[in-house]
């Protein structure tokens, strides 16, 4: 295999940078003869120019996992070991500490281009004057942070960025699985400002503090406050632990992705409905979709995988779709005040 010496400048066609020339030393380097390349969702339609840079700069054979990609947790392993697949590339996710590959890969961060600047300084409008800020990013910002955090300090904020555990990969940064960074410092701040875009982290964040939360929408350039988008959250799952507390028949879903594969919880979970007098039926799942779980015609299941899924995405489903911490209190072993976002600790 011969490496010609020229991968090209990254990707042009996205906001986000794709590092073309830092895949292909990682492929060259690696002696690898096929190579498997995981994408998330925002970035498959790069597929085909990433596939062909590595083939061509390279010579080794490229397939690329088209399944759905959610996070480092997501891990395919399975699905490239029969392809004899040498090396994983894992573009757009920071690795976890916690979870190990089979096949030795390489994440690749996918920094978005876009400037933090005008929505953390639109931020500073919704922070009141002065206080101290506990600073959150996503993986996409990371590479902003220490900007984010100037535009804060020359307009006089204090600025705290918690570590967190060994599922975090830097200093600040927030999963929707584990906001251990924010509760690091929760203490120490009055405030937390969350540099990236919707509302999901924001809202866990909350939840776990009990602090005001302000994001930095950077692709809007504009923030806001999560008050009205955690209301929204909570009167939403009340509404549902209510109506499964109805249900009688429980399906306790197993994510078969390494990463978030939860079997002992999911085992006591079980135990717990069946205690109460209900029936529950352990299954593991690699895609939960509304089509599958109305196929198997259960009343309700419990979604001990990436609560992302759960606390997005229930529109989409018929169904009652809890979160472990949801069932609890709908079993009465924990009461509403206890309520956070469930977290993979």
Not at 244 to 256: L, P, Q, R, V
Not at 289 to 297: A, D, H, N, Q, S
Request: net charge negative.
């Amino acid at each position: 295999m011969a490496w010609n010496g020229d991968a090209g400048d990254a990707l042009d066609r996205s906001t986000f940078h794709i590092d073309m020339d830092e895949i292909v030393r990682a492929v060259y380097d690696s002696g690898a003869k096929v190579v498997g390349v995981q994408l998330p969702e925002g970035l498959k339609r790069m597929a085909l120019p990433i596939v062909e840079r590595i083939e061509q700069a390279t010579g080794a054979r490229v397939v690329l996992s088209a399944d759905p990609c959610y996070g480092a947790c997501d891990l395919v392993d399975d699905q490239f070991e029969p392809l004899d697949v040498q090396l994983v590339i894992h573009v757009g996710h920071s690795p976890m500490g916690d979870t190990e590959p089979r096949i030795p890969t390489v994440f690749l961060d996918a920094p978005s281009r876009l400037d933090v600047g005008p929505a953390v300084r639109d931020a500073l409008y919704k922070l009141g004057r002065g206080g101290r800020i506990g600073l959150l990013t996503t993986t996409q910002h990371h590479h902003a942070l220490r900007d984010a955090r100037a535009i804060l300090e020359n307009a006089g904020y204090e600025v705290e960025i918690g570590t967190g555990g060994e599922r975090l990969a830097f200093p600040g940064q927030v999963l929707g699985c584990d906001f251990s960074a924010a509760k690091d410092v929760e203490h120490g701040v009055d405030t937390f400002l969350i540099v990236g875009g919707g509302s999901f982290h924001a809202t866990g964040v909350a939840m776990a503090t009990r602090r005001p939360v302000v994001i930095a929408d950077v692709e809007r350039g504009e923030a806001r406050t999560v008050e009205e988008d955690l209301d929204r959250t909570l009167r939403r799952r009340s509404a549902i632990i209510q109506k499964a507390m109805d249900c009688e028949t429980f399906g306790m879903i197993i994510e078969a992705r390494p990463g978030q594969r939860r079997w002992k919880l999911a085992r006591s979970l079980a135990d717990m409905l069946r205690d109460s007098g209900r029936e529950a039926v352990l299954m593991v799942m690699r895609n939960i979709t509304p089509e599958r779980l109305v196929t198997i015609g259960l009343d309700a299941y419990v979604n001990t995988a990436c609560p992302r899924l759960t606390i997005d995405d229930q529109s989409l489903f018929p169904m009652p779709l809890l979160t472990p911490v949801e069932l609890r209190i709908m079993l009465g072993r924990d009461g509403w005040d206890d309520y956070l976002m469930d977290t993979f600790d």
